[in-house]
């Protein structure tokens, strides 16, 4: 089975992917802190930091398709409390319609700060994306590890990568083989029952195949860190691109306070 | 006679809980010498390499290019001893190709230009060149199984202890991995139950049954024996039994 990978695009040779992989994850969290600093419902401060990931989604060449698509996938965590917001922040009703016995009233200020919650989501879901595109994800955590994350954190993501789409598969054929007997039919009891027991079968063998790996890790001489072997160093461009990043997070952040004190 | 490389005096092992997988099983290997190791399922084959690598704690003695094994020499017995999994991703866990080649060089403390001078030597003896940057997921299993050699050749050890190499490998992979195999100089074992690989790959067989050492003998004389093989679940190799 081939999944498609986070980072499909991260190979690429363009200005941006040859970045300091450190210095891009700063970056990124610097315009991440900048869009949810900017006060709630003040959309003109969140321009800027549209424009400039915009302007570095070109430059990395990142296909639009992809984008959206990986937009789309992640927009549910958001789009859950979205909704609700124009149906309970009090304010002045737009439209008022009746649901079983209670009276809904969509306000003007619900539909503002939905907006604006939206907004600051896709910002952020979006830079993160871009970090992705352009970077490879063992280098994204390379440069976590060099910006001092807890080791156990990399490792935990680096064996998450590593394994995720294994597990998956092994999910799949374990329905497969369950689907091969009973057809996807038969009562919801029965079939909750073998679903239960998929988990349980894949719960002990993760727990197996995660002793397997660590005998291959011990075998190799592993000692609680995940070296690799090119380490990439931050040059001037590199200090340039963070700085001109946290100057953007802070311009959006000082643009707010001008405009709405 | 040289000095053994792997020697193994009456080791035993029991799991917690289930068996005795290893009933004082002894051996005793010469540098340079490829040996494969048979026996039907549960004989404790694979047990044997674990416990080699000090990975479930036997008793008795192995000694591995002279450490003796003990919890405090693990690490340095590991160094000795290339272990490559039967499951090519449990032994692939690194995000690319060349970050898992380069994993055990690294971990040795050796310095960056040696692990590349490895790295790449690995990669061709395994005929990866140009896979450094592929993900291991999306590589297929006969690339996975050469690749997990190459993790373990890169480490230059003395004994090379493979687990059913040729599992789910296709004719070509398996013919390849064959010629790989053969063209190796460091000591070998090979667990599994294809027999006609060991028969073409090493030139001694050890029969391992209940835990001990059943037969032992050039693998000709051993592999050709009908009833050494069916009274120890196994039958002749295809290549010796369509000439008898």
């Known amino acids: 089975m081939h999944h498609i990978m986070l980072d499909q695009f991260a190979a690429g040779k363009t200005a941006v992917h040859r970045l300091d992989p450190a210095g891009k994850t700063v970056a990124t969290l610097a315009v991440i802190l900048g869009t949810v600093l900017v006060g709630r419902d ?54 008022t319609f009746g649901l079983g016995p209670w009276t809904v009233n969509v306000t003007e200020e619900g539909l503002v700060r939905a907006g604006h919650l939206a907004a600051k989501f896709l910002l952020s879901a979006w830079a993160t994306l871009l970090l992705l ?39 799949m054929r374990m329905r497969q083989a369950r689907a091969a007997r009973d057809g996807g ?49 931050m040059q001037g461009k590199d200090w340039l691109f963070v700085a001109g990043a946290v100057a953007l997070g802070c311009a959006a952040v000082g643009l707010d306070r001008a405009l709405y004190g | 006679m040289a000095e053994p490389v792997l020697e193994l005096v009456d080791v035993r092992y029991r799991y917690p809980t289930g068996p005795e997988a290893l009933r004082g099983l002894t051996l005793s290997v010469a540098p340079g010498e490829r040996v494969g190791l048979v026996g039907p399922n549960g004989a404790g084959k694979s047990t044997l390499l674990l416990a080699l690598a000090g990975f479930v704690p036997a008793e008795g003695l192995i000694r591995v290019a002279g450490h003796t094994l003990t919890r405090g020499t ?62 291991p997921y999306h590589l297929s299993v006969g690339e996975k199984r050469r690749a997990a050699l190459a993790t373990v ?78 009274s120890h679940g196994l039958e002749l190799p295809l290549g010796l039994a369509a000439r008898m």
């Open chain 1, 185 to 233: 039919l038969g009562p919801w009891r029965v079939r909750f029952q073998s679903g239960v027991g998929v988990l349980g079968v894949l719960f002990l063998r993760t727990y197996d195949r995660a002793e397997r790996i660590y005998w291959a890790m011990a075998a190799r001489g592993f000692d609680g860190r995940l070296h690799a072997p090119i380490q990439s160093r």
């Open chain 2, 153 to 230: 050749l890169a480490m230059r050890p003395q004994i090379l202890a493979l687990d059913e190499p040729s599992a789910n490998l296709d004719p070509r992979g398996r013919r390849r991995l064959i010629q790989l195999l053969a063209g190796l100089s460091s000591t070998l074992l090979v667990v599994g139950h294809d027999l006609d690989l060991i028969l073409e790959v090493c030139q001694r067989t050890v029969v391992i049954d209940a835990g001990r050492v059943a037969a032992d003998g050039p693998s000709a004389e051993i592999l050709g024996n009908r009833e050494l093989l069916e």
């Open chain 1, 42 to 95: 003040h959309f003109l401060p969140l321009v800027p930091l549209a424009v400039a990931l915009a302007a570095y989604h070109a430059a990395g060449r990142t296909p639009l398709p992809y984008t959206l698509k990986r937009l789309l996938v992640v927009s549910p965590f958001a789009l859950a409390v979205v909704v609700l917001f124009p149906i309970l922040e009090p304010g002045r009703p737009v439209w």
């Open chain 2, 74 to 135: 693990a690490r340095d017995v590991r160094r000795h001893l290339g272990l490559v999994f039967q499951d090519a991703d449990d032994q692939l866990f690194m995000p690319r190709v060349i970050d898992d080649i380069a994993f055990g060089p690294v971990t040795m403390g050796l310095a960056l230009e040696e692990v590349q001078v490895r790295v790449h030597e690995a990669l061709h003896a395994v005929d990866l060149e140009g896979y450094e940057t592929r993900a």
């Open chain 1, 133 to 171: 595109a352009t970077t490879r994800f063992q280098d994204v955590l390379q440069g976590l590890a060099r910006l001092r994350v807890p080791r156990a954190f990399v490792v935990q993501l680096a064996f998450l990568y590593r394994y995720l789409w294994i597990l998956m598969d092994e999910v």
